[in-house]
């Protein structure tokens, strides 16, 4: 008797012959007998095709792999399909992951992905249908979970958003209702009250708008240093010389840490000229007056400061024109970090000869351009050594302006340069200063004494008083040097810069 008669027989013995249950019960078959993998569960009332090939698509044999090919029962997709529709099976040695129950399959590709090619992987990974549901649901939940979670944490952001709105406005309606500047104007921050100055300039220069955010007047900012402005405009604004604008950005206010009140972000805010145009111009008449004029130790030190910080912006804008020169003109890197302290030194140099910021522009170009010349007669020289080189040429071009009195033309620096934003002003009310004190022009004024003092009488006690004379008269302006050779470096300037 051949193995395969022997199963049948023992099959037979097992499943009596085909009869009517009385209670209807699917048709149970293991595979392979001896030890069986795979149970197949056909429904009680498969017609008797369908047990046929249901039992024929899920035979396997004693390793553990498929008994015939789904093809060799009949066209493939119909054998798969009628033997889903009618029965299962289950995976006697692979249980599932959570309960250790067999898992059950309704197809054979579903199978081997769970019991592998030999239907016995015993697949961790896998669950059974019971608990594949229960994880489902689990899964679901939680999802729900979450999702209510984020609705409240949404709610709640919305609510915060709300208030914040709520606060800014309040804030801004506060701020709005501000009409007068604290009395009298903040002497312990001259430099603020310079700054003011420069505001009022830009306002008057752009009326009807706010005086924009930090954050939106470019790198350089005001005074070419971030924190500084910030801080010249917090004592402005706590001065109540500026209030912040209504224009001012949502984003420029936060809720303050203890949640009660809001904050604002200095550099994020526009602000608002308080007290009006006309009254804030009056103020700067009167801020510079006290800034060329005003006597004693306190003055003197406001003159100091200011003149050193106009010193920077003078030097930091023609550092930022010769870098900008190699960058954008000819591609060059920007001066080296090594030699920024040496080029600070001879703008510095330049300035202290008399030069003025126009000449410095002029010199700064040459010194680019001869930089570049020199790197194409020297092809080995790169880049990075021409931005090192104008440094030198700079040096050596106004070292030799100073020795040979040359006189230097005044570029204006292109419109691709920006300069920080206080320094035209700056530039101006500084030269005021300047002309208050120096000593050709006081020798040349009619009105004071060879100290730049007149006697005068005080409008408001009558009494005898000396006051620095900002000596009116016009006076004319002293040439100084000699024309330099002409048609030597000429041809090489931009025509009309
Ligand atoms: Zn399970
Ligand atoms: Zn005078």
Redesign the pocket.
């Known amino acids: 008797m051949g193995k395969r008669e022997r199963r049948r027989k023992r099959e037979r013995g097992k499943n009596p012959s085909p009869r009517r249950p009385v209670t209807p019960e699917p048709i149970v078959r293991e595979f392979p007998l001896d030890a069986p993998r795979l149970r197949v569960v056909i429904k009680h009332d498969a017609p008797e095709d369908a047990q046929r090939i249901s039992a024929l698509y899920w035979e396997i044999k004693d390793d553990g792999t498929w008994a015939r090919t789904v093809g060799s029962i009949g066209v493939a997709g119909d054998i798969s399909a009628v033997a889903a529709a009618h029965s299962y099976a289950t995976l006697l040695n692979c249980p599932c992951a959570n309960c250790s129950e067999p898992i059950s399959v309704t197809n054979r590709s579903w199978a081997n992905k769970v019991g592998g090619k030999n239907l016995d992987a015993e697949a961790p990974a896998y669950l059974c249908g019971e608990c594949t549901k229960i994880r489902q649901q689990e899964e679901t939940e939680r999802k729900q979970r979450a999702a209510e979670q984020k609705r409240i944490e949404r709610e709640h952001e919305q609510q915060q958003a709300e208030r914040l709105q709520r606060l800014v406005a309040h804030v801004l309606a506060d701020e709005g209702r501000k009409t007068e500047p604290a009395d009298p104007l903040p002497k312990d921050s001259p430099l603020a009250l310079a700054l003011y100055v420069a505001l009022i300039s830009y306002a008057t220069r752009n009326p009807g708008k706010p005086l924009p955010s930090l954050t939106s007047t470019g790198p350089l900012g005001w005074t070419g240093d971030a924190e500084q402005d910030r801080e010249l405009l917090s004592d402005l604004y706590h001065a109540k010389l500026l209030a912040l604008a209504p224009e001012s950005p949502p984003q420029a206010f936060t809720l303050s840490q203890d949640g009660d009140g809001i904050a604002f972000f200095s550099t994020e805010v526009a602000w608002r000229v308080v007290g009006g145009l006309t009254a804030a111009q009056e103020r700067v008449t009167k801020i510079e007056d006290d800034l060329r004029t005003r006597p004693g130790p306190e003055p003197a030190e406001a003159r100091e400061a200011f003149t050193a910080l106009v010193d920077r912006l003078e030097v930091l804008d023609i550092s930022g024109y010769l870098d900008n020169l190699l960058t954008k003109k000819y591609g060059y890197p920007a001066v080296p970090e090594a030699r920024r302290e040496e080029l600070a030194d001879v703008i510095r140099k330049g300035f202290a000869h008399g030069y003025t910021s126009g000449q410095m522009i002029c010199f700064a170009w040459r010194a680019a351009d001869s930089a570049a010349a020199w790197k194409e007669r020297n092809p080995r020289m790169g880049p990075p050594e021409a931005a090192s080189a104008s440094v030198t040429s700079l040096n050596g071009k106004i070292d030799k302006a100073i020795e040979l009195h040359h006189s230097i033309p005044e570029y204006e620096a292109p419109r691709w340069h920006a300069s920080p934003l206080a320094l035209a002003c700056f530039r101006r009310l500084h030269a005021d200063i300047r002309r208050v004190y120096a000593r050709e022009?006081?020798g040349a004024?009619?009105?004071?004494d060879h100290l730049?003092l007149?006697e005068t009488v005080h409008p408001e006690t009558g009494a005898d008083t000396v006051w620095r004379?900002?000596?009116?008269?016009e006076i004319p302006a002293q040439p100084h040097g000699e024309e330099e050779p002409s048609g030597r470096d000429a041809a090489s300037d931009p025509a009309g810069v």
Request: hydrophobic share 25%; glycine share 8%; aromatic share 0%.
């Open positions: 022009v006081i004024c009619t009105q004071c730049g007149k004379c900002t000596h009116p008269v």
